[in-house]
C-alpha cells in the first residue's frame, strides 16, 4: 500500500490547484500563510516527539518510530517556510503548545486528524492564494508539505490499523532532506515529491 502511495504522489496536486476555484475568502496573504505554516509545522514537530515518548513508554515501538520520523518531516517543512518567509522579509516566529499526551491509540488518531486537516483544508487555501499572488517559493513549499501530509495521513492509519500487530518493534523510516517525504521503505532512486537521490535521505528508527 506504501508503494502505491509513493507511486501516485507526483500527480497528487490539491483540487485548488487544478480547478483554480476561487473558495479562499480569507484576507491572509501569503507572508500571513507561510507563518501559520511555519507555527503549524514547529507545532506538529514538538507534539509528535511527546506522543514518541509516549508511545515508547508503552511498548509501541514501531509507532514511537514514525512520530520520530514524521517530526523530522515537520522540521523540514518548518525550515522550508522560513527560508521563504526571510526571502520576503519577516522573521518566522512559533509559538509551541504545551502537548499533553494521552495514549498511543488515541495521539494516532489526533495527528491523522491534524494531517487531514493540513492535506484537505489548510494548504489548499495557502496553495490557492500563493497562485494569486504568484509566490512561487512560497507555492513550492506549500505544495511539499500538503504532499508529504497526505503520506504522514496513510502512515498513521496504517500504523493505528496494525497498532498491536506491531508492538515493541522499532522500524527505521527515510526521510527526504528537501521536502520531508516520508518513506517506510527506501525502494525509490529518487524522492517522488522533489527529485531528491535516495542518497540523501535522513534514516530515523
Ligand atoms: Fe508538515
Ligand atoms: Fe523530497
Avoid at 517556510?81 to 502537548?99: D, E, F, L, N
Avoid at 540523501?200 to 528508527?205: D, L
Amino acid at each position: 500500500m506504501i508503494d502505491t502511495l509513493q507511486a501516485v504522489l507526483s500527480f497528487l496536486v490539491p483540487a485548488a490547484v487544478v480547478g483554480g476555484a476561487a473558495s479562499v475568502t480569507t484576507t491572509a496573504t501569503t507572508l500571513d500563510n507561510l507563518q501559520t505554516a511555519f507555527d503549524g509545522e514547529s507545532n506538529a514537530n514538538a507534539r509528535y516527539l511527546v506522543f514518541a515518548k509516549k508511545a515508547d513508554e508503552e511498548g509501541y515501538g514501531e509507532a514511537a518510530s514514525l512520530f520520530r520520523a514524521a517530526a523530522k518531516a515537520e522540521e523540514i517543512h518548518a525550515a522550508n517556510h522560513a527560508v521563504v518567509i526571510r526571502q520576503m522579509g519577516g522573521a518566522p516566529v512559533a509559538h509551541i503548545g504545551i502537548t499533553i499526551a494521552k495514549s498511543t491509540r488515541e495521539n494516532l488518531k489526533v495527528a491523522i486528524e491534524g494531517e487531514s486537516y493540513e492535506r484537505d483544508i489548510m494548504y489548499p487555501e495557502f496553495i490557492e492564494v500563493a497562485k494569486r499572488e504568484k509566490a512561487a517559493a512560497a507555492l513550492r513549499s506549500f505544495t511539499f508539505a500538503l504532499k508529504v501530509e497526505a503520506v504522514h495521513a496513510v502512515l498513521y492509519q496504517d500504523a493505528l490499523d496494525n497498532l498491536e500487530k506491531r508492538r515493541r518493534k522499532q522500524h527505521t523510516y527515510y526521510v527526504c532532506p528537501d521536502c520531508g517525504n516520508t518513506l517506510a521503505e527506501l525502494t525509490i532512486l529518487k524522492c517522488l515529491v522533489c527529485g531528491h537521490p535516495k542518497s540523501g535521505f535522513i534514516a530515523v528508527s
